[in-house]
């Protein structure tokens, strides 16, 4: 799914950019047409210009007049073009060649006498590949006559250099549009993952009590005539893997409605240090019959704007981690302060170390660091990824550092109130 995503990403944003590409192209093209007709158009006025004017002696077209007098209003281009005079029957007068022009007079009268057999005052001659222009001054008559080679030559050497510009344009666009496509996919590719990831584990984690409810039942259905006395044991097995999958589905109800940020809010004023002080006592016979010596240090004032029963389940899910990994003889501290004006709770407990390559997943659903352990104690890996949930919902953020020397800590930072 993720790789066909993935392809129609890339496709998409290929089509764009090809049609943009081919849009800038084709404006460029046509104007790279327009100007070299006006070159050719100019270059006929010019030349026009000349030949209406009295003729001075020693002028070439393309150099400069040897007088302000002889000098035309611009320089001339250098497009190949000649004019000629006529008279009221179309012959030919007087011929004047222009840069790259040269042509006799049998020609220059062929050309004239196309020209004539067209309408209008512009016109082109495709098979001799030049273009012309009339122009009538009271009783004298002009054609000019200019090679449109140089339009194809200019359109030629555009569609070439676009071409190329185009195969480069869209290589270096394919390959950045595939670099962009796994960026931009990449937080959908590791959801997705962590979807199927969430799906597998819940199924694996509610085989074990559904197969157990169901072998009890079996025995129970096996033995009709029996009181219900005689099989309160099947029976409390039953019930006991009930509950138990009840709590994993609440669990995973509640993680669900995080990700599509559903999550109840019944944001209010709640005294942080109450709270914590409240939750720590039915910790405190948890703690004595575990034999962890369980201490608070908690700071008086301390208020922030959130949900009530999730700030409790937060710290009930520390706390019960904590004691659960604090060892014989071991000890919970747990601390609640300010930190540059922010509130920051801390739950440390002694006891062996957290590996270092487990402490980046702590957070993610049903993972385990010691999965026998989590299961006899009856975690499902769930409880860290709710505490994060719940903490990213107040805006604050949860961090975990464990070292052997120093036991294991979980921070919690709220925002400033």
Known sequence: MIGQLRQKFIATNMLLVSLVLLAVFSIQTFSSYQHAREQIYQT???????????????????????????????????????????DSDGQIIAIQEGPGATVDKETAQQLVDAALSHSGMRGNLSQENLSYLFQEEETRQFIAFADDRSIASSIRNQLLSSTLIYALALTGFYLISRFLARLALRPAEQAWERQRQFVADASHELKTPITVIL?????????????????????????????????????????????????????TSVQLDQLVTGSLLPFESVAFEANVALTEE???????????????????????????????????????????????????????????????????????????????????????????????????????SSTPADGTTFTVVFPKK
């Open 44 to 86: 006929q006025i010019m030349a026009l210009r000349w030949l209406s004017q009295e003729f001075r002696p020693g002028f070439v077209f393309g150099k400069p007049p040897r007088d302000n007098r002889q000098r035309p209003d611009g320089d001339f281009p250098t497009v190949p073009v000649f004019a000629v005079e006529i």
């Open 215 to 267: 072998a009890n039942t079996g025995i129970v259905l096996a033995h009709p005539d029996d009181p219900v006395n005689k099989q309160s044991k099947w029976i409390d097995y039953i019930q006991d893997e009930a509950i138990r999958m009840k709590a994993l589905v609440d669990d995973m109800l509640f993680l669900a409605k995080s990700d599509a940020a559903r999550l109840p809010s019944h944001l």
């Open 298 to 400: 908690v700071a008086a004032g301390i208020t922030i704007q959130g949900d009530e029963a999730q700030l409790r389940r937060l710290i009930v899910i520390l706390l019960d981690n904590a004691i659960k990994y604090a060892g014989g003889q071991g000890s919970v501290l747990v601390r609640l302060d300010r930190a540059q004006e922010h509130p920051r709770l801390t739950v440390h407990n002694t006891g062996p170390a957290i590996p270092s390559e487990h402490l980046p997943h702590l957070f993610e659903r049903f993972y385990r660091s010691d999965p026998a352990r989590d299961r006899n104690q009856g975690g499902y890996g769930l409880g860290l990824a709710i505490a994060q949930s719940i903490v990213e919902g107040h805006g604050g953020k949860i961090s975990v």
